[in-house]
């Protein structure tokens, strides 16, 4: 086995391993997200007839605010988007994304599950600073989300906020299982990731992290797929489409190309 990166420089990966987060900026090109927003806007409209496991939560517009009509029903979050279709499933198993993750987490990389977390027009975040692990605790804390946004999602449009190097410091305390209370969080040193469209953010489980309110009249959506080491095993009952399908054996990557495949 090699230790070489498939993807990353070891800049990147060192970033990763000292911050727990990692900023890819740009990651998809313009025709590749003009064609992920052309299928993410049927998968928020066409809301029926969905495999039974995919669900879909709806926001009502605040006083103030309408729907974007891009995502016209106000569709704040999904489970299970990777079974859409053959489109979905390409997704998470991008080869660049199931590199980059291999580069963060091993060459023995599984899948952990998919959703996606939009921000619609007057969107207010109640989860406030958090870190994914009480969520998602499997036998050792190996596991990252990686974050795609289709939209430019600036702070006052729902940016997601981390708190560098706060993944070193193990499992935080909480109020009530999941939320890290203000005060532990030092003023000043949380970072809002300006993200432009097309671009990714790894986010590891330990790191604590927040998402932001949306004040603008445009919905922004992303896509959030989590990934994990093969060695991290679940403890939390994860029922979640593909949970644990394997995607990289030794640095190999295992799944082919589906979508357009025939
Ligand atoms: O939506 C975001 O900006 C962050 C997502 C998040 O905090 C989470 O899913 O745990």
């Known amino acids: 086995m090699s230790d070489a990166l498939l993807i990353l420089s070891s800049e990147q990966k060192e970033f990763f391993v000292e911050n727990g987060y990692l900023h890819l900026k740009g990651f998809y090109s313009a025709a590749e997200m003009d064609q992920m927003r052309r299928h993410f806007h049927e998968l928020v409209c066409a809301t029926e007839g969905r495999p039974k496991n995919m669900s879909y ?21 999904m489970m299970d988007q990777t079974q859409a279709s053959d489109y979905w499933f390409d997704q998470f198993t991008e080869p660049r994304i199931v590199s980059v993750m291999t580069d963060l987490l091993g060459p023995d990389l599984d899948f952990h599950n998919g959703k996606i977390r939009n921000k619609p027009p007057g969107f207010v975040c109640t989860q406030s600073w958090h870190q994914d692990w009480p969520y998602e605790r499997h036998s050792r804390p190996d596991l990252a989300a990686a974050i795609t946004y289709l939209d430019p999602t600036d702070f006052e449009a729902g940016a997601t906020e981390v708190l560098p190097g706060s993944h ?11 939320t890290i209370a203000d005060e532990l969080v030092p003023a000043g040193q949380g ?17 604590v992290h927040r998402a932001g309110h949306n004040y603008t009249p445009r919905a922004r ?35 082919p190309r589906v979508h357009n495949a025939v």
């Not at 970072?191 to 790191?207: N, P, R, T």
């Not at 679940?234 to 295992?254: H, I, S, T, V, Y």
Request: aromatic content about 10%; charged content about 20%.
């Open 57 to 77: 939560a709806f926001m009502e517009s605040p006083p103030g605010y309408q729907p974007d009509p891009f995502n016209p029903k106000n569709v704040v979050g």
């Open 168 to 178: 070193l410091r193990g499992e935080w305390p909480t109020k009530d299982k999941f």
């Open 191 to 207: 970072v809002v990731a300006k993200a432009g469209i097309g671009d990714v953010i790894a986010i590891h489980v330990l790191v």
């Open 221 to 255: 959506h992303a896509i959030i797929n989590e990934y994990k080491s093969a060695a991290a095993v679940d403890q939390w009952n994860n029922r979640c489409a593909f949970a644990g399908l394997p995607l990289a054996r030794r640095g190999k990557l295992l799944m």
